[in-house]
């Protein structure tokens, strides 16, 4: 499985960006992709996952920082997974990566088994 981010860029505080996350190779037991981010001297956080059926949506989680602003999404057709992110500001700055699980039970960054080089994405005050 082989996942590749795209989409980052330098945006000022309040805009808006979407990065964007293709899955290929051998999808069929990929449920869930998540989207985590690393600032400069910080750890690796995460920032949303997203939980599929056959078809369909199942479940989307955001972590409290991002909630309300950044939104998890799906092209099926494409094998692509979306991160809209609105009303950026600069602590949002940091490299993101998305990462695909073969569960959709997410404890933790272990439940990722494939992980995308990240893109970078910095908002300016």
């Known amino acids: 499985v082989q996942l590749v981010e795209a989409g980052g860029g330098l945006v000022q505080a309040g805009d808006s960006l979407r990065i964007s996350c293709v899955v290929s190779g051998r999808t069929a037991n990929i449920y869930a992709v998540g989207w985590f981010r690393r600032a400069p001297g910080k750890e690796r956080e995460f920032v949303a996952s997203?939980?599929?059926?056959?078809?369909?949506?199942?479940?989307?989680t955001y972590s409290d920082s991002v909630k309300g602003r950044f939104t998890a999404s799906r092209d099926f057709a494409k094998n692509t997974v979306y991160l809209q992110m609105n009303s950026l500001k600069p602590e949002d700055t940091a490299v993101y990566y998305c990462a695909a699980a073969q569960s959709r039970e997410l404890a933790d960054q272990l439940s990722y088994a494939y992980w995308g080089q990240g893109t970078q994405v910095t908002v300016s005050s």
């Open positions: 997203i939980t599929w059926d056959i078809w369909s949506v199942s479940r989307r």
